[in-house]
């Protein structure tokens, strides 16, 4: 069975720092990859995915993620943190032959300090 | 009228009342889904339509009741709700399964309060 764990339900950056928002997967066949951000009182905004190609995906907003293989991970990073950021992110993964049925981890918050 | 949207965006009910929750898209997607985001849990998918068709029933208990009556709405029908069913109901839509790429495009959500 699929799932994903988001390290940290919390992380707290201050303004300009690195924002990485880790996350793993497990999936017995080759994964589709997503990243979520909710701003309050909202609903969920995709901010970039993975499905081939290059492991280095770049989203909106200056975010961007990699796909490593041998670690079964999707790391959200962003170099430089704006206040705006702060939301709660999740990390989705969607088997590729069941396209559309998403397994979501339990999300990250980010607190931007400033 | 942009995207996926959800009305009410807020209900209060009381556990013996009925209500319904509607969803409607407007990008042209033939499947649609209902999802439960409760605080410090992950989102839980509740129901799956493609083409109108129900296709995934992921064991959510029979007082939700969904209906799809054409591939632009989706409704969730509520009955004897208990306080624990309490939470945001997030409607989703998607290419559907001949599309490959998986992504789900949002509506803003109902915030369920049952009393």
């Known amino acids: 069975a699929q799932s994903v764990t988001q390290l940290g339900s919390h992380v707290s950056v201050s303004e300009g720092a690195l924002v990485l928002l880790r996350c793993n997967y497990s999936?017995?066949?080759?994964?589709?990859l997503f990243w979520y951000v909710q701003y309050p009182n909202q609903g969920l905004q995709l901010l970039l995915k993975?499905?081939?190609?290059?492991?280095l995906v770049k989203g909106i907003n200056g975010f961007e993620a990699e796909f490593k293989k041998s670690e079964t991970s999707f790391h959200l990073t962003k170099p430089s943190a704006h206040m705006s950021d702060a939301a709660e992110y999740f990390c989705a993964v969607s088997e590729r032959r069941n396209t559309g049925k998403l397994i979501f981890g339990q999300g990250t918050t980010l607190q931007v300090k400033p | 009228e942009t995207g996926v949207t959800q009305t009410p965006r807020h209900l209060v009910m009381g556990m013996t009342n009925k209500k319904s929750l509607k969803c409607e898209q407007h990008l042209g997607h033939n499947a649609m889904y209902w999802y439960k985001q409760s605080a410090k849990k992950p989102l839980e998918l509740m129901f799956v339509y493609s083409l109108e068709e129900r296709v995934e029933n992921n064991s959510v208990p029979s007082r939700f009741s969904p209906e799809c009556p054409n591939s632009s709405h989706l409704f969730l029908h509520l009955h004897t709700l208990q306080p624990e069913d309490s939470a945001l109901y997030l409607c989703?839509?998607?290419?559907?399964?001949?599309?490959?790429?998986?992504?789900?495009?949002f509506g803003e959500g109902s915030r369920l309060t049952v009393l």
């Open positions: 999936s017995s066949v080759p994964p589709y």
């Open positions: 989703a839509s998607s290419q559907g399964p001949t599309r490959v790429t998986g992504e789900l495009f």
């Open positions: 993975y499905t081939t190609g290059a492991t």
